[in-house]
Nanobody, 127 residues
Framework: QVQLVESGGGAVQGGGSLRLSCVASARSSFDAYAMGWIRQAPGKEREIVSAISWSGRDTFYADSVKGRFIISRDNAKNTVYLQMNSLKSEDTAVYYC???????????????????WGQGTQVTVSS
């Protein structure tokens, strides 16, 4: 069982930045899990934004955020981060942190394969 708590969401003007954090509590070591950030906007399907392998060596970014968002993790702090720069109104969504057991050292890009989810944090970007 993994418990995930996100923080760092809020309201920002277009072009601004936010940094999301997700702290994990688990019986297993944090580095046993691949992590991801998945968002859902009203009326839209869930979309994986970014993912990172257990070691941090492999990362994935959706085309819509490449060059603007950076995912990272600190296994010593049981925390994964999402640095969001040059925010656009279309980035407005609830952002969820998610974890899945790491079977390899690759980032997991399929939202349906994540087993554990946080409660979500709202990001609102005004144009």
């Amino acid at each position: 069982q993994v418990q995930l708590v996100e923080s760092g969401g809020g309201a920002v003007q277009g072009g601004g930045s936010l940094r999301l954090s997700c702290v994990a509590s688990a019986r297993s070591s944090f580095d046993a899990y691949a992590m991801g950030w998945i968002r859902q906007a009203p009326g839209k399907e869930r979309e994986i934004v970014s993912a990172i392998s257990w070691s941090g060596r492999d990362t994935f970014y959706a085309d819509s955020v490449k060059g603007r968002f950076i995912i990272s993790r600190d296994n010593a702090k049981n925390t994964v981060y999402l640095q969001m720069n040059s925010l656009k109104s279309e980035d407005t969504a609830v952002y969820y942190c998610a974890a899945t057991w790491a079977h390899s050292d690759y980032a997991e890009s399929h939202p349906s394969l994540y087993s554990y989810w946080g409660q979500g944090t709202q990001v609102t970007v005004s144009s």
